[in-house]
């Protein structure tokens, strides 16, 4: 992008028994747009033996979204949801005032090997949003719009963008999209995109400025009006952002929140199990460290 105004790389976290590698919040960069936390998932393969397993946790005040590249995820939440999601699709849930979920591998995966590979995305609700009612949603591959333009797959999984909307249920003016090249070419997208905007490179490479920059980078831009880079051969990357909120944002573990006493209150909440349950589910994350908050 010409316009660069901060490079973040990838930092491994630890989400249980899996590693992902932590790509926002950043110490200089808590969001972008309503964008506030990004996981990339892998590529990892599991053995026979081994599986993604990620206990009964709570959210407030946020919309997850889980889109895989590679593997297959048994989504469970406090809303009676089961449903597995798989490559090229969309589950966007939204916790609002709370809703709890687990992970898993799916059992007709778990003795069998297995790759997974995606990412993980919060995207923070407006204020006046904060406490409404928990949602899901799933969306298929083929209702998400899928468009060539000057040689470049673009993909909507998010928002609106280039006069078109995915079905994703948003609640903000946002965009997530996914650029695929088989070839080097100059990209100018500025026009089409609008407040605050950051570039993934998942594979290959982009160029800005006579710099190269490859995978696993977020790269974050100062005027998404000026978003022009070029790809090169065989590259894939993402680009998100939307209007930023004029409010900052806390995050303490799973919950976000324009007001800490939100934050509180689902902290008391899910130490005491008054989250809705999961159905099916037994065990569930328990509340870390009290001290670990991080603002906007």
Same mark, same amino acid.
């Given at each position: 992008m010409s316009n660069i105004k901060l490079i973040i790389e990838?930092?491994?976290?630890?989400?249980?028994?899996? /590693?992902?590698?932590?790509?926002?919040?950043?110490?200089?960069?808590?969001?972008v747009g309503p964008f506030a936390f990004i996981d990339? /998932?892998?590529p990892t393969v599991l053995k026979d033996d081994e599986n993604f397993d990620?206990? %009964?946790? %709570?959210?407030?005040?946020l919309s997850t979204l889980t889109f895989l590249f590679e593997g297959?995820? /048994?989504?469970?939440?406090?809303?009676?949801?089961?449903?597995?999601?798989?490559?090229?699709?969309?589950?966007? /849930?939204?916790?609002?005032?709370?809703?709890a979920h687990s992970e898993r591998t799916?059992?007709?995966?778990?003795?069998?090997?297995?790759?997974m590979h995606g990412l993980q995305i919060w995207v923070a609700l407006p204020k006046h949003l904060e406490q409404m009612e928990p949602e899901f949603c799933h969306i298929e591959e083929q209702d998400i719009p899928s468009w060539e333009q000057d040689h470049i797959q673009f993909k909507?999984?998010?928002?609106?963008?280039?006069?078109?909307?995915?079905?994703?249920?948003?609640?903000?003016?946002?965009?997530?999209?996914?650029?695929?090249?088989?070839?080097?070419?100059?990209?100018?997208i500025g026009d089409y995109l609008f407040g605050e905007s950051a570039l993934y490179i998942l594979e290959g490479a982009i160029e800005s400025d006579g710099n190269i920059f490859e995978p696993r980078q977020i790269l974050i831009a100062n005027d998404a009006k000026l978003c022009e880079f070029t790809l090169?051969?065989?590259?894939?990357?993402?680009?998100?952002?939307?209007?930023?909120?004029?409010?900052?944002?806390?995050?303490?573990?799973?919950?976000v929140a324009s007001d800490k006493e939100l934050i509180e209150q689902a902290k008391i909440k899910w130490q005491a199990q008054e989250f809705a349950p999961v159905p099916g589910e037994t065990d569930f994350v328990p509340l870390p460290d009290q001290s670990k908050y991080i603002k906007h």
């Open positions: 990838e930092r491994p976290a630890n989400i249980g028994n899996f /590693m992902v590698g932590r790509l926002l919040p950043f110490r200089e960069k808590r969001t990339h /998932m892998g990620v206990a %009964p946790h %709570p959210h407030i005040g297959e995820i /048994m989504h469970k939440d406090s809303l009676g949801t089961e449903i597995v999601i798989k490559p090229g699709q969309v589950n966007w /849930m939204t916790a609002g005032k709370g809703i799916p059992e007709y995966l778990r003795h069998t090997e297995k790759t909507l999984i998010a928002g609106e963008a280039f006069g078109k909307k995915s079905p994703v249920p948003v609640y903000s003016p946002l965009y997530f999209l996914e650029l695929k090249s088989t070839v080097r070419q100059k990209v100018n090169h051969e065989n590259t894939t990357v993402y680009i998100f952002g939307g209007e930023a909120f004029p409010e900052e944002r806390l995050i303490y573990w799973n919950f």
